[in-house]
């Protein structure tokens, strides 16, 4: 009797994945979110601003991909566009968790209500929405992208947010729960990747690929801003 080996990731999945997994593995060096961490060196204020900016990228989320759905059904790719529509439930209410976390920590009214989104983070929803006007498909790349990144990085940073800088991981809920939901989302990316994009002119591995680092250096920009 002949058995026939599942097919694995193929080549747009897997090298964007170890293109994620070298950032990963950088992070701790790249970003003062994750190396200030370890050296205890994150405030109370510094966690707000942090999740200040990320829940306004997780109220985001859904009106891109709605965008990104759109776009999908424009370019007929209906199973893309399914995705896309897909994922709405499964991301919809996700910034409720980010603007608790943000009301949780202990700060005076004046010092929370001065914290704004900052502008390192604008940039990166700027880079967002061009990835999905270049293609809809850029999206699932950048979803790949948050997704992995965080359930590569999220456990160490919390626990080092909580044993060096004394952050009670109550104050990171969102990022712990994305760190565990992730864990499927990135895998069902990396399907989509490779089963649903079709030939396009509009875009190519090297052209995604770059995309993939310029989310990276945003974020790593971001940090930086953090502690500004």
């Known amino acids: ?24 593995e950088l992070a701790y060096r ?39 759905e759109a776009g999908a059904l424009e370019r007929g790719n209906p199973k893309l566009a399914r995705f896309f529509r897909e994922k709405i439930g499964e991301e919809a209410g996700h910034d409720e968790w980010a603007r608790a976390d943000f009301e949780s920590v202990p700060l005076d009214a004046g010092t929370r209500e001065a914290i704004d989104v900052l502008p390192t983070m604008k940039a990166f929803l700027a880079h967002v929405r061009e990835m999905i006007a270049i293609d809809p498909a850029f999206y699932v790349a950048y979803a790949m992208t948050a997704e992995y990144f965080t359930v590569l990085v999220a456990p160490r940073w919390v626990a080092a947010l909580h044993e060096k800088c004394g952050i009670d991981p109550r104050h990171m809920s969102a990022i712990a729960k994305h760190a565990e939901l992730d864990k499927d989302h990135a895998d069902e990316d990396m399907r989509v990747l490779d089963e649903l994009l079709p030939p396009s002119e509009s875009w190519d591995l090297g052209r995604l690929l770059a995309s993939v680092d310029r989310t990276i250096e945003i974020f790593d920009e971001f940090g930086h801003d953090v502690f500004s």
């Open 30 to 68: 790249t970003n003062p979110l994750f190396a200030r961490a370890e050296r205890g060196e994150v405030s109370m204020e510094h966690i707000a601003r942090y999740l200040r900016s990320l829940h306004h990228l997780f109220s985001m989320t859904v009106p891109y991909l709605k965008a990104a």
């Open 1 to 24: 009797m002949e058995h026939h080996k599942e097919p694995g990731p193929g080549p747009i999945s897997v090298s964007i994945k170890a293109r994620i997994e070298r950032h990963a």
